[in-house]
């Protein structure tokens, strides 16, 4: 009986159960898994969504992407073993700096597509959805724009593309545009975008305004001086426009470029201005790429990060100087090299080498800062020199001593007390080679030079001084010097630098020169000398004498194809016993040569690519 | 020895056997080797510098085999038996690569069956004639014209001339492959004859009683430089 019970409870449960529909059965809602019209009715969900496409953009230098960003084109040195490929090659494959993330790309075309879907509009606010639509196509352009910085023209897909699983892709093989309409792709994006995003910088990780046209600036900027300068390279272009821009269309992109940094300047896009929070120029030239907080209003578009929160990166763990290192032997990496060091101006807006004196006779110094006095603050606020400061420690680094009959007293090891912990020893990875180390984006915060808490230091993408720059050259080029000879003092006066520049002084090589040192360690250097066309003679592939470097400054065109170091040795006796004598070093382990060929202009497509999509055409030169 | 055993061991053997043909694929073994010539003359490139491409074709998706010319002009390669097509890419090499009509590069048939040796006729620039090199402990000096082979459309200036001296036997215009140049603009020699140039030979460590020479010559707008041979100079 017993028996019977059980038996036919279980068949019954058995034969109930199997009684629901087949479709029933089978459609339920994946617990794992949101669908997207879930996510596409809630803007906390989309915004999450839009978090992941934002933590994908592409940067050249960026904190997360690791120390050896920034650390190419002689202007540092690499101390770490592992890296001295940098100064011991001989130039740059073809394939270098590519980008070609086509994924990247779809995931945001599905995103733009979901977002305008009409039964969004019903569940979040019209506000709201033009807002996030922008967004994703700030980034979509951003990326377009890293893209064609790179490549030249790319195929411009936007829309996300489907494979309909006959056999045969063809109709989605589409051929490279051509670099001009990138870059109108770019511009006219951000001129489409600009008045859905909000006017005022109240969250600098999201797109505002002011990114919206600071790019535009840019890279209007960028077209112009390609379809200026490319004259100068003729082979680099391909008469079917993927590679190279028509001479004729400078004039107009300069003028888009200057009407884009003007309505940033007039402060439509949101109160920008200079930083100048600290009375000291130097500690408040450092502050700029320091200070998160709403008094730097020169930051427009950053990557930020948050300590403890599972956003930091490493580069103070890998930069900090060797004796103020929160990580034992993690340090010194990135050394700043005497090539960059020497572009720095005196405070009167002069050229001049730093005064050493020669090999004959030296010049001795009190202490070792004040070689480096009177000179543009941006100097001590991108670079530690020797006597400097970091997180309240003064600087250890001595390369030995020397006798005033000039013999020098030195060792291998550091610390000593002939060599300081500081370095520099040829070949002594983490501490300085160069008698320099890096201060840009270098954290000062207690602990941030530890692995296991990195630092929170927020990259900035787009700032208003290299608006103002943007701004100054496309004056330049349009004719108006006294207008760029305004924005570029603006800058300058920031810097401590007392005598203006008049129209008569903007020149090309002026233009060149500001950039290099305002945005130094930012990520530019490799682009503005691409689309100046000059990236083939300033790395030319022949050695660089300490006499290249001090009788060509500020000359665009001056060659710089290996990082030399600036050593300071104490006296041990006579008259200058106690004092400081700097000898310019190059270090031993630069051993190559920079050279930039013609077909490094533009990165190399690869094979694969070329051999899926016969479309896509090869790049000049290579 | 248990029965098992007995047919694991032969089970063993039979998939060892079985392995070793079939999936394995025999190494190329047909050697292409070529130069680079004029009328029969060897150009000189830089080391690794000049590119050529082979593409062969029918096995799905077509993508080059790409490699360089050696500093003698020459090319080296294994293959298997097949048809390949070669070509050199556009702005690659001091010479005049043959193009289609739509400006890519044309393409060389050349059929691999066992090892063989081809000359690739293309037309430089110009040619480095008569050209003689002196050297003692101290000085090289160097002498020779330059003839200009393509005119017309195709016909380009010349740049500069320069003697490059290094102590290896690599010697071009790239950074590690010098120690000494001396370099001349065209404009010192009209009529580009009689050129000569001189240039101090290093003392280098360890001492050697030899160094290695070679002239070359910049052609406007073209970035590949056209080299003499390399000669060795001993004293």
Request: proline share 4%; net charge negative.
């Amino acid at each position: 009986m017993k028996k019977i019970i059980v038996y036919s409870i279980v068949g019954l449960a058995t034969a109930l159960s199997g009684c629901k529909k087949d479709s029933d059965f089978l459609d339920i809602p994946p617990v794992q898994v949101l669908p997207s019209e879930t996510v596409f009715s809630d803007p906390a969900l989309i915004l999450s969504v839009l978090g992941d496409l934002y933590n994908r953009q592409v940067d050249f230098s960026s904190l997360d992407g690791g120390w050896r960003t920034f650390a190419d084109f002689s202007e540092s040195f690499p101390s770490e073993n592992g890296s001295d490929f940098l100064v011991t090659r001989s130039g740059w494959g073809y394939g270098e700096w590519g980008t070609w993330d086509y994924g990247y790309i779809r995931d945001l075309n599905l995103f733009l597509q979901r977002m305008d879907a009409t039964e969004v509009s019903t569940k979040i606010t019209a506000g709201d959805k033009a807002r996030f639509l922008a967004e994703g196509r700030f980034l979509r352009a951003n990326y377009y724009f890293e893209m064609v910085k790179r490549m030249g023209g790319v195929p411009l897909i936007i829309e996300p593309m489907q494979y309909d699983y006959k056999g045969d892709p063809t109709y989605l093989q589409r051929p490279r545009a051509k670099e001009a309409e990138i870059y109108d792709f770019v511009i006219s994006e951000a001129e489409e975008i600009k008045n859905d995003l909000p006017a005022n910088l109240a969250d600098k990780s999201r797109a505002t305004k002011a990114a919206a046209l600071a790019m535009e600036s840019r890279a209007a900027l960028y077209a112009g001086s390609i379809a200026k300068y490319g004259a100068t390279t003729p082979t680099v272009s391909l008469s079917t426009g993927e590679v190279g821009i028509a001479a004729s269309q400078a004039n107009g992109y300069y003028t888009i470029a200057l009407r884009a940094a003007n309505e940033i300047i007039d402060q439509s896009a949101g109160t920008v201005s200079l930083y100048r929070a600290l009375p000291d120029l130097e500690e408040n030239f450092a502050a700029i790429f320091l200070d998160k907080s709403s008094v730097n209003q020169e930051s427009i578009f950053i990557e930020d990060f948050k300590a403890f929160a599972g956003k930091t990166h490493g580069f103070t763990t890998n930069d900090q100087p060797y004796s103020r290192s929160d990580e034992g032997g993690d340090a010194g990496r990135l050394n700043p090299s005497l090539n960059l060091v020497e572009q720095f101006e005196l405070l009167n807006g002069t050229f001049a080498p730093l005064p050493i004196g020669t090999s004959a006779s030296r010049i001795a110094y009190n202490n070792q800062e004040d070689l480096f006095a009177g000179r543009d603050a941006r100097l001590r606020g991108t670079i530690l020199v020797p006597g400097a400061y970091f997180k309240s420690g003064q600087l250890k680094i001595k390369a030995g001593e020397i006798t005033s009959a000039g013999t020098i007293v030195t060792t291998d090891a550091s610390g000593g007390s002939l060599v300081g912990t500081d370095g520099p020893v040829n070949g002594l990875e983490f501490r300085t080679q160069t008698g320099f180390y890096i201060r840009k984006w270098l954290d000062p915060q207690t602990g941030s030079g530890r692995r296991g808490r990195g630092s929170d230091v927020a990259f900035i993408r787009y700032r208003f001084g290299e608006v103002l720059l943007n701004a100054a050259e496309a004056a330049f080029e349009l004719g108006q010097p006294a207008v760029a000879a305004g924005f570029m003092n603006q800058v300058r006066e920031r810097a401590g630098i007392t005598t203006p520049l008049t129209a008569a002084d903007i020149n090309f090589d002026r233009i060149v020169h500001e950039r290099r040192v305002e945005l130094a360690f930012e990520g530019h250097i490799l682009f503005d000398y691409k689309r100046w066309r000059i990236a083939d003679k300033v790395w030319n592939g022949d050695a660089t004498s300490y006499s290249d470097i001090i009788n060509n400054l500020g000359k665009a065109t001056a060659k710089s194809t290996q990082p030399w170091g600036l050593w300071p040795y104490r006296v041990q006796d006579g008259a200058n016993a106690g004092k400081w004598i700097y000898i310019e070093t190059k270090p031993s382990r630069v051993t190559g040569v920079n050279r930039f060929q013609l077909g490094n202009y533009y990165s190399a497509i690869g094979d694969d690519i070329r051999a899926a999509n016969p479309t896509i055409v090869r790049q000049p030169n290579q | 020895m248990k029965p098992m055993n007995k047919y694991g061991l032969f089970l063993l053997g039979v998939l060892a056997f079985a392995s070793c043909k079939k999936d394995n694929y025999d190494a190329p073994s047909s050697q292409l080797t070529g130069r680079v010539v004029y009328q029969g003359e060897q150009l000189g490139f830089e080391q690794n510098q000049v590119t050529f491409e082979l593409y062969q074709s029918g096995f799905g998706k077509t993508g080059p085999m790409g490699s360089t010319f050696k500093q003698d002009g020459t090319l080296n390669a294994l293959l298997f038996n097949g048809t390949y097509k070669m070509i050199v890419p556009n702005g690659q090499g001091p010479f005049i690569w043959p193009k289609t009509a739509s400006g890519a590069p044309d393409s060389l048939v050349i059929n691999v069956n066992g090892s063989q040796s081809i000359d690739i006729n293309v037309t430089p620039y110009y040619m480095i004639r008569n050209l003689q090199i002196n050297g003692s402990s101290s000085t090289v000096t160097a002498k020779f014209d330059l003839e200009q082979i393509a005119t017309g459309a195709d016909a380009k200036e010349v740049e500069e001339v320069a003697l490059f001296v290094n102590k290896t036997d690599f010697v071009s215009n790239s950074g590690d492959h010098k120690m000494r140049e001396q370099k001349k603009p065209a404009s010192d020699f009209p009529g580009l004859t009689n050129i000569s140039l001189n240039a101090e030979v290093p003392s280098v460590t360890p001492a050697q009683n030899y160094m290695f020479v070679r002239v070359g010559v910049k052609i406007d707008g073209v970035e590949d430089w056209l080299y003499s041979q390399v000669q060795k100079i001993t004293y």
